[in-house]
T-cell receptor, first 113, second 110 residues
Framework: GAGVSQSPSNKVTEKGKDVELRCDPI?????LYWYRQSLGQGLEFLIY????????KSGLPSDRFSAERTGGSVSTLTIQRTQQEDSAVYLC???????????FGPGTRLTVL | DAKTTQPPSMDCAEGRAANLPCNHS???????VYWYRQIHSQGPQYIIH???NNETNEMASLIITEDRKSSTLILPHATLRDTAVYYC???????????FGAGTTVTVRA
């Protein structure tokens, strides 16, 4: 079956611009996660959505970052006024329910010039 | 992930079995051992997980010692496409914030 998909695969933007990253989870998965991975660094948790519960936003690095999940499926991660330190690969994962096995998408490579 | 220790790198000959060790001496009774891998420029790929018993799927086998303080991931017939960084992590049933350590960089050579 189809896995997690993310778009765009690559995004180059100028400092100060806003960007939107999209994630389509595996159909039927109720849990969705956003992480980022900087060059040579490990995974950094950003946000977790589970069903209709309030999301865990504890990993968002600043108020420039926000995410929403519409209709319990597609999610969008928005970064406002991008900075060079936002450059990273942004990964989305989904799991069938709660803290179950997470399946990752291919990621979006964000480069802020 | 400070809960696991893996060798930084290992080489494997194509067609041979690759045995990847992982130490997790402080694992708790309800924590699972998970393995993921990340091929260059791709997202992490789930491989297998287990609690106490050995597990096998189409990708790999997971052997967990009886005391659960260590485990071995076995790729039965390594191919060049198995070249990747392999991550062993320990997570509790309610843990959802995954974190990877440095992992083991596996290079499969023809």
């Amino acid at each position: 079956g189809a896995g997690v998909s993310q778009s765009p695969s690559n995004k180059v933007t100028e400092k100060g611009k806003d960007v939107e990253l999209r994630c389509d989870p595996i159909s039927g998965h109720t849990a969705l996660y956003w992480y980022r991975q900087s060059l040579g660094q490990g995974l950094e948790f950003l946000i977790y959505f589970q069903g209709n519960s309030a999301p865990d936003k504890s990993g968002l690095p600043s108020d420039r970052f926000s995410a929403e999940r519409t209709g319990g499926s597609v999610s969008t991660l928005t970064i406002q006024r991008t900075q060079q330190e936002d450059s990273a690969v942004y990964l989305c994962a989904s799991s069938s329910r709660g803290p179950d096995t997470q399946y990752f998408g291919p990621g979006t490579r964000l480069t802020v010039l | 992930d400070a809960k696991t220790t893996q060798p930084p790198s290992m080489d494997c000959a194509e067609g041979r079995a690759a045995n990847l060790p992982c130490n997790h001496s402080t694992i708790s009774g309800n924590e699972y051992v998970y393995w993921y891998r990340q091929i260059h420029s791709q997202g992490p790929q789930y491989i297998i997980h287990g609690l106490k018993n050995n597990e096998t799927n189409e990708m790999a086998s997971l052997i967990i010692t009886e005391d659960r303080k260590s485990s071995t991931l076995i790729l039965p017939h390594a191919t060049l496409r198995d070249t990747a960084v392999y991550y062993c992590i320990v997570r509790g049933p309610n843990d959802y914030k995954l974190s990877f350590g440095a992992g083991t960089t596996v290079t499969v050579r023809a």
